[in-house]
């Protein structure tokens, strides 16, 4: 297996994971209003289930499934020089959302052993699990920065 046969495995992966967390997130609220309306009778559980599922759905898809080019950016300077200079801009912009992860991942894993101790009231899942997410997509940030600047070919479709 090639490895580019094998990043496409992973991304497909990273996708269907993302999609079966979001699948999570929407049959614990259709659940929730069926309990509620159907048999009226809430469950918590299933709000709470639902929140942690946003969670980890909104960082996952940071993390695995949105690539770099689309996220947010103020591009209104860059395009007016050349191309040479478009990259070294890119790279350096790349280097310091990289590096600003890259400071803070020391305090988040921190802060998530911190949150073990504390846990959710319905589920009873310590905090720090259900934050982990924040710690992966905050690496994963920085490993495609970093693969990024490396290989700027292929930071479109990162």
């Given amino acids: 297996m090639r490895s580019s046969e094998g990043i496409e495995r992973l991304k497909r992966w990273a996708d269907l994971t993302g999609a079966g967390i979001f699948a999570v997130l929407f049959l614990a609220l259709v659940m929730q209003v069926v309990r509620r309306f159907v048999f009226g009778a809430p469950a918590a559980w299933t709000e709470e289930l639902a929140t942690i ?22 591009d209104f300077v860059v395009p007016r020089f050349a191309p040479r200079v478009q990259r070294t801009l890119y790279a350096l ?20 052993r911190f949150m073990m101790r504390e846990r959710t009231p319905v589920l009873d899942l310590p905090y720090g699990v259900v934050y982990s997410a924040y710690l992966a997509a905050a690496v994963m940030v920085v490993l495609r920065c970093l693969a990024a600047i490396l290989r700027p070919e292929a930071s479109d479709k990162a």
């Fill in 53 to 74: 599922a946003f969670v980890w759905v909104i960082f996952w898809g940071t993390a695995f499934a949105v690539p770099l080019s689309t996220h947010v950016a103020v």
């Fill in 93 to 112: 912009g790349l280097a310091a959302l990289g590096g600003c992860f890259l400071w803070a991942l020391p305090g988040i894993a921190d802060y998530l």
